[in-house]
């Protein structure tokens, strides 16, 4: 999965060039915005933009609470038969 800045570029990235492209029409319009749609699909692991918008934005929806999952066990004890390696 995409890192959620990552995600979250990208939709936006794709928003602005879809319209920017609409009201253009260049054809460096249309390479940007075929490149942006590629790395979005590629991105959420789907082939169709109305699909890797979905997905970006379900992840999106479920980040926060996995960044406050990630708060509330950082530091805490590895769990039993977690190797740890020590670093100098």
């Known amino acids: 999965m995409a890192h959620p800045a990552v995600l979250r570029d990208l939709v936006q990235r794709y928003?602005?060039?879809r319209t920017h492209h609409a009201e253009q029409g260049t054809d460096a319009s249309r390479r940007?915005?075929?490149?942006v749609t590629y790395t979005?699909?590629?991105?959420?692991g789907t082939r169709r933009p109305e699909d890797a918008l979905a997905?970006?934005?379900?992840?999106l929806a479920t980040a926060p609470r996995m960044a406050d999952?990630?708060?509330r066990t950082?530091?805490?004890a590895p769990?039993?038969?977690t190797e740890v390696q020590l670093t100098a």
Do not use: F, H, N, Y
């Open 79 to 81: 769990a039993a038969g």
């Open 74 to 76: 950082k530091g805490a």
């Open 15 to 17: 928003e602005t060039l």
């Open 55 to 59: 997905v970006a934005r379900q992840q």
């Open 69 to 71: 999952a990630t708060r």
């Open 40 to 44: 979005l699909c590629v991105s959420t």
């Open 32 to 35: 940007q915005l075929e490149d």
